[in-house]
């Protein structure tokens, strides 16, 4: 710093020593605050100021030769026109009390003022401060500011001389608003008991915790730099100190089976924290970490393991307990394959004699062939054909084959079931269905009767090979599961469908079968292939007759319904004034009528869905794939309780999906607004126009 500059930074002892005699110090800190910093300014720096005896290094803005640290003080030299700040970083706060003594060797040249003060939040560049400002008569006003905005301020009647300290405390508190509070008081009197300016604020950039410090600022009419005196800074906050880190606590559960144990550390707590890291000592010179480990041991016996847990405050716990192995128990026999084949012959009509397991019974000679690599079903519209090995029977059965469809059905859907336990005209199948777009659907069954079902996230194309396993276990109940996947991607390690069922007939042993079935909507013959496959857990007993393929009954389908539609009735109210003319767009068969199960009757839900829509005021349009007829879709809708306001056939020269597409934008080019469509197939779904679509069940063979 040059010369001229400490020069100012020298007052006469004199002056340094009344100061001292006459400092009264303000009432000390309340009990409850904790201190974030702290400076006498006991050090001697030349540019800058260094560090604060508490609160770390000062950060200074402006030239550092502006700044310095001497005699027990530090001084703040600005230039004419030029603001000097410097704040504590490391102090963030949203409760900020800040002090200190300021003492000038001269008052402002006649015109101008300075302006010391003290920062009490700082967040980036903008800044909540209280500052003093002394004219050069020696008055004093206090003001709280907002950057470079008055807030308050207040005259002060008294006045200041060179080298005699006064007091500035500066005090900001508080978010959303922050309040603003400053009082400043020559040094040798008592502080004041009531703060002389107050003032609240919301500037957003500033409700968040800051920095500290000091400020300066020389009107820009001074003649020359005018120095000014910063002693005994505090910084304070109502913020209670952190109370003393609490160590977590270590606890964790060992689950052996046979060598192996698990180990979980789940049951370790941090009172007042987290557990950030755990570590293994596993008793066998291993080690390990994470909250949870595994461990092999080479040999049975007891082995003390230790965890060491860590809290994000660094404290550390540790608890040990004995963990006890033991050699484990032989593996359970594989059950025997008792069935299998790899259909390695070539058979005209029939599937002939299996590589294990008997002779097989088709039900029918045509369309049942082995052309030396697969064992071929071939189903015209409408037909079941089924194969049985009649020699193996059991009730714990597990069975599994690859199977492919020759091509798609052209309507409709392709259903393979695998069967086991099959007896008295029933038996437990777990079953593929592919629809004509290749849609892929599981079903498990008991005789009829659906047990359970989803569709396949993957689709199928024509020659896709698919695995299929089957298994039935127990009696009184049997557990039936089933699982299906990609023959080219490895098995799932879970089942696809588990079910229960106690069906009398079924809780006895029975033999194993594949069957085949074509809606009777397609429009040729669809072939399926068999190979690989196997059969274990069985004994041989007698063959039972051949099933029937199953389908959901129709209370299953009611249900299944009333489900899909759930909530469709509050959603028409909600859109009611939404659209200029709503309307809402129905199918017809398998969805306004049950076609399949009660023909010319009303699907309760459907019905209901376009009553209301009727009483909201919105029109109600049929889109059907029926070819165009006189008047008898009419009379059934009309019969089942529909009042529509119009009709739209099949146009037989595009695809079903692209004539239901046509209807609705007809509709819309009138004017209306579809705010809600219903079918039981996606192509009744498919397209703009379609508002929130409401699919029906259609188990891959309502059409």
């Known amino acids: 710093m040059p010369s001229t500059t400490r020069a100012r930074h020298a007052w006469p002892l004199v002056a340094v020593v009344l100061a001292g005699l006459l400092a009264v110090p303000g009432p000390a800190a309340a009990a409850d605050r904790q201190v974030l910093a702290a400076d006498a300014f006991g050090r001697t720096v030349t540019a800058g100021l260094g560090t604060a005896d508490q609160g770390g290094a000062w950060s200074t803005s402006g030239a550092t030769t502006a700044f310095g640290v001497g005699g027990g003080r530090a001084a703040l030299t600005p230039s004419p026109g030029q603001t000097l700040t410097a704040v504590l970083p490391s102090v963030s706060s949203t409760d900020t009390e800040a002090a200190a003594t300021l003492v000038l060797p001269r008052l402002p040249a006649s015109g101008t003022s300075v302006y010391p003060g003290l920062v009490g939040r700082r967040v980036g560049a903008a800044v909540y401060q209280g500052r003093t400002v002394i004219g050069s008569t020696g008055s004093v006003m206090v003001q709280v500011m907002v950057g470079t905005t008055s807030l308050a301020h207040s005259r002060l009647p008294w006045t200041v001389s060179p080298d005699v300290p006064l007091r500035l405390r500066v005090e900001v508190t508080g978010t959303g608003p922050t309040t603003l509070r400053a009082r400043a008081w020559p040094a040798a009197a008592a502080e004041p008991t009531t703060w002389q300016v107050t003032a609240t604020d919301s500037t957003a950039a500033l409700q968040g915790p800051g920095t500290a410090g000091l400020v300066d600022y020389l009107s820009s009419a001074a003649p020359g730099p005018l120095t000014v005196g910063v002693d005994d800074v505090t910084v304070t906050t109502t913020a209670t ?98 069935a299998a084949d790899a259909f390695g012959r070539s058979v005209p009509a029939g599937w002939g004699t299996a590589d294990q397991g008997g002779a097989w019974t088709v039900s029918s000679g045509t369309g049942s062939t082995v052309d030396g690599a697969r064992g071929q079903l071939t189903s015209t519209p409408g037909r079941t054909v089924t ?22 059905p052209s309507a409709g859907s392709s259903y393979t079931s695998l069967l086991v336990r099959q007896t008295g005209g029933a038996g437990y199948a777990g079953r593929v269905v592919v629809s004509s777009a290749g849609a892929a659907a599981v079903y498990l069954n008991s005789g009829t009767t659906v047990l359970t079902w989803a569709r396949l996230p993957w689709t199928v194309a024509a020659g896709d090979q698919v695995r299929l396993r089957v298994q039935a276990t127990g009696t009184g109940p049997s557990t039936v599961r089933m699982r299906a996947w990609p023959a080219a991607s490895a098995e799932p390690a879970g089942w696809t469908l588990t079910a229960t069922d106690t069906t009398a007939a079924l809780q006895g042993p029975g033999s194993v079968a594949v069957s085949h079935y074509l809606s009777s909507a397609a429009s040729g013959a669809v072939t399926l292939s ?104 009419a009379n059934q809708l009309a019969q089942a309780g529909y009042v529509v306001d119009g009709i739209c056939f099949r146009d037989a020269t595009v695809s079903g999906q692209l004539s239901k597409e046509n209807c609705r934008a007809a509709r819309a080019a009138e004017g209306f607004t579809v705010v809600a469509n219903v079918g039981n197939r996606d192509h009744d779904l498919a397209g703009a126009n379609s508002g929130r679509t409401f699919k029906l069940p259609d188990y891959g063979f309502l059409d």
């Not at 194969?387 to 798609?408: E, H, I, M, P, Q």
């Open 241 to 338: 100190a952190p109370p003393p880190n609490q160590p977590p606590t270590a606890a964790f559960t060992a689950t052996s089976s046979g060598l192996a144990v698990a180990l979980d550390s789940g049951g370790s707590t941090d009172a007042d924290g987290t557990v950030v890291a755990s570590s293994w000592d596993l008793g066998d010179g291993s080690t390990a970490t994470g909250p949870t480990a595994t461990r092999t041991y080479a040999a049975a016996g007891t082995y003390r393991v230790r965890l060491t847990v860590t809290d994000d405050d660094g404290a550390t716990a540790s608890t040990t307990r004995d963990v006890t192995v033991s050699a484990p128990p032989p593996p359970a026999p594989t059950p025997p394959t008792t």
């Open 387 to 408: 194969a049985t090995l009649g020699a193996v029977s059991g009730t714990d059965t597990d069975a599994v084959l690859t199977l492919s469809v020759g091509r798609l």
């Open 530 to 633: 068999v190979d690989d496959l196997a059969v274990s857990g069985t004994t041989t007993g007698t063959p039972p007759p051949d099933p029937t393929p199953a389908r959901p009954t129709q209370a299953q389908w009611l249900a299944d319904v009333d489900l899909a539609m759930t909530g469709g009735l509050d959603y028409l109210d909600t859109q009611v004034g939404v659209a200029s003319r709503p309307a809402i767009v129905l199918d017809v068969d398998n969805t306004s009528l049950q076609s399949y199960y009660q023909p010319f009757a009303a699907t309760p839900a459907v019905l209901a869905f376009a009553q209301r829509a009727r009483a909201d005021g919105f029109a109600v349009f049929v889109v059907t794939g029926r070819a165009p007829d006189t008047g008898g879709t």
